[in-house]
């Protein structure tokens, strides 16, 4: 049956030798237990007062729920476990200091249940509201325990509960299973850097994190993370920033990756030998991890400024990062080497170069699908006409694989050889619509069929023919009163070539400041969305871009309809110039020097120009930061162009040594990266990238009021 605190005559209590009781433990001894059912302190049992010694003294979370009414006394570290409870809860009944949990199953019932039988009661795992900030109520995960305290006569007098807080390690479970589902999306090496990086930092709170992996040619790339630094080379907006290492590197990650050994140091200098700047300089405390259970060699490391004791726990759980992380490189690895198969396959089919007109001007770009693993068959060109007209087209063959890749180059080379024959777009698609059918009968299927559009300029005549094969009409961004809109062209779609398609030509007005759009269904199309809607959202981004500068408006189109889309996405646009344009190109190698020639002719290029101070300072700064990026991190030469139309500046750098990607430059004499980021995002009105067939182009474009 249970008891009471039972009371028995005792000699006063000893002197403690040690220090004074502080804290949670002093305010317990210093209560007023007389105003109680318990009766004065120094009246309890003897074994009572020995648990009770025992609970104050244990670091362990422990309470006594004592007597009939569960009178509270526990040590510090449960006072640290309720919070603004405390110090109320000592001496007074559990029900009325948790009474918002006390009736919850597992509670209040178990605490009676073991203070009537004796039988003691574990939860290895449950969230409760146990913890008060500031009034407000959080909740933390526990594993807790109850067993039933005895006096020295043996009579259950309360009951002792032992409480682990485990919301930590339920966090970092969860962490584990976010950083899964993120990983599952990946699909480059770039993706699982960014977000190995972005979890490891936030989870661990680590004040540097970095990833490498092998380069397959002997060598080794790094990038890492810094918390709280404005230099940030694994920016969520643009790809990471890698950094080449030789096979034999010494940093702590390549040796990790390489040797298939963790290594964890808690006090001292990891990095000195290695350290790229004053934030590798800081670093004390690292951990370092090999990638685990995949057949790509890489690593982790995470460091700390301060001293670090690396628990057991945290061994388990950066190894089963370590682990997720290696599955997700293998996986990008082998996308890598197929996609870039399939892209170049892709890409080689397109026009390398686009006409160079003194009054059209014209821009071309092409996205893979969010599969991007295989090639497919959208395409476009735009070629000049024996009697000087500009033709433009862009079309699609059914299908995403390499025979839909190698149908759309049989059907570009035709079209372009029909065109020249005859310009006239509805006689150039009735002949393609003959050469489908033929090459259908031939492969033994009846699924290919191509949509088309293809248009005809005229600029002396301000004329636009068009003709349709079962594809979006175009958009023609004018400017009526200075007021920009966009139209679609008044133009029958038809059948696509290889169902009988019957085409038929339409002419409209295509004036000087006018910009004509071609697109594929990719651009527009979303799933769980109308054609319809995505048609709009293009005009209006259309009417709204800055200028009708043919390179931002294919940058603009392309963001127009938001989600993804499984489809390719290519758009060709081409402007009528007012007047005609003023370009000029410079190539320089990869040497330290090129920044500064860039700088040097860009600024006396302008200047001959007569554009003003504030322009050029602005062009010149940006162009010195992607000439720089190009030359850095692509490490091959770079080719500046500089266009300058009444309306505005633009400026492009090409590469040879990444495809489709930006980043931007990080040197001891240039802005870092981030800092590059936000002065070309601050300095111009419109910039992007474009990927080409070996590299990428980065451009961006600069207004010229009151031009």
């Not at 005792?10 to 002197?15: C, F, R």
């Not at 033929?438 to 600029?459: K, P, Q, R």
């Amino acid at each position: 049956m249970p008891g009471t605190v039972g009371r028995v005559p005792m000699p006063p209590a000893p002197v403690s030798r040690g220090s004074a009781p502080s804290g949670a433990a002093a305010t317990a001894r210093a209560h007023d237990w007389a105003g109680t059912a318990l009766g004065p302190w120094p009246g309890w049992d003897p074994g009572i007062r020995a648990t009770v010694d025992l609970v104050l003294a244990s670091p362990v979370p422990m309470a006594l729920a004592l007597g009939d009414e569960f009178l509270l006394l526990y040590n510090e570290g449960y006072a640290d476990l309720i919070g603004d409870r405390h110090p109320g809860a000592i001496g007074c009944p559990a029900a009325e200091v948790f009474p918002e949990i006390w009736r919850m199953p597992g509670v209040g019932d178990a605490l009676e249940r073991t203070y009537r039988t004796g039988e003691p009661f574990l939860e290895k795992e449950t969230t409760l509201p146990l913890r008060r900030r500031s009034g407000a109520v959080e909740h933390a995960v526990f594993t807790r325990g109850c067993s039933a305290v005895r006096d020295s006569q043996g009579r259950i007098a309360g009951v002792l509960t032992v409480a682990a807080e485990t919301t930590h390690v339920t966090r970092q479970l969860q962490n584990l299973s976010e950083l899964a589902a993120a990983l599952a999306g990946t699909l480059t090496l770039d993706d699982v850097a960014r977000v190995a990086l972005r979890h490891v930092l936030a989870s661990v709170d680590a004040d540097r994190v970095s990833f490498a992996v092998d380069e397959g040619g002997g060598g080794w790339r790094m990038v890492r993370r810094l918390r709280g630094e404005l230099i940030d080379e694994a920016d969520e907006r643009l790809p990471p920033l890698w950094r080449r290492f030789p096979a034999d590197s010494a940093t702590p990650v390549v040796a990790a990756a390489r040797n298939g050994a963790s290594r964890f140091v808690e006090d001292g200098e990891p990095l000195r030998e290695v350290a790229v700047d004053r934030h590798d300089q800081k670093i004390r405390a690292l951990a370092a991890v090999p990638l685990r259970g995949c057949v790509v060699r890489g690593g982790l490391t995470v460091g700390h400024q301060a001293a670090h004791a690396w628990s057991a726990a945290e061994h388990a759980l950066l190894h089963a990062v370590a682990e997720l992380v290696g599955q997700a490189a293998e996986r990008a690895r082998r996308f890598e080497t197929q996609h870039g198969t399939a892209q170049l396959l892709q890409r080689s089919m397109l026009p390398a170069h686009l006409p160079d007109l003194p009054r059209l001007r014209i821009a071309a770009r092409y996205d893979a699908g969010v599969d991007g693993n295989a090639a497919g068959g959208d395409f476009y060109d735009a070629f000049q006409l024996p009697a000087g007209e500009l033709a433009v087209v862009l079309g699609d063959v059914a299908g995403h694989d390499v025979q839909a890749a190698a149908r759309m180059g049989q059907v570009r080379a035709a079209l372009r050889a029909l065109a020249l024959a005859d310009p006239r777009p509805d006689a150039v698609l009735a002949g393609l619509d003959g050469l489908v059918t033929s090459l259908g009968a031939e492969g033994d299927t009846h699924e290919l069929f191509v949509t088309v559009v293809l248009g005809v300029i005229d600029a002396e005549r301000h004329r636009l023919t068009l003709a349709s094969a079962g594809h979006p009409a175009p958009l023609i961004r004018r400017s009526p009163g200075g007021e920009p809109s966009a139209e679609y062209a008044d133009l029958t779609a038809g059948a696509p070539l290889g169902l009988g398609s019957r085409p038929t030509s339409t002419t409209v007005r295509f004036s000087p400041g006018e910009t004509l759009l071609l697109f594929s269904d990719g651009v527009v199309e979303r799933r769980r969305q109308g054609l319809g809607a995505g048609l709009a959202r293009l005009a209006t981004a259309v009417a709204g871009a800055g200028s009708g500068d043919p390179r931002a408006l294919c940058a603009v189109a392309t963001a127009a309809v938001p989600g993804a889309t499984e489809d390719d996405v290519a758009v060709l646009a081409v402007e009528h110039a007012l007047r005609p344009s003023r370009s000029a190109c410079m190539e320089v190698p990869a040497e330290p020097t090129a920044p500064s020639r860039v700088r040097h002719w860009l600024t006396a290029q302008l200047t001959e120009w007569r554009v003003t101070e504030s322009i050029i300072g602005a062009a010149v700064l940006c162009t010195s930061e992607l000439t720089t990026n190009a030359l850095l991190h692509a490490g091959t030469a770079a080719r500046i162009e500089i266009d300058l139309s009444a309306e505005r500046l633009l400026v492009s750098v090409a590469d040879s040594g990444t495809r489709g990607t930006v980043t931007r430059a990080q040197t001891d004499t240039l802005s870092s990266r981030g800092r590059g980021l936000g002065l070309i995002e601050e300095l111009t009105d419109a910039w992007g990238t474009d990927p080409t067939l070996r590299g990428s182009t980065v451009w961006f474009e600069i207004l010229l009021p009151g031009r």
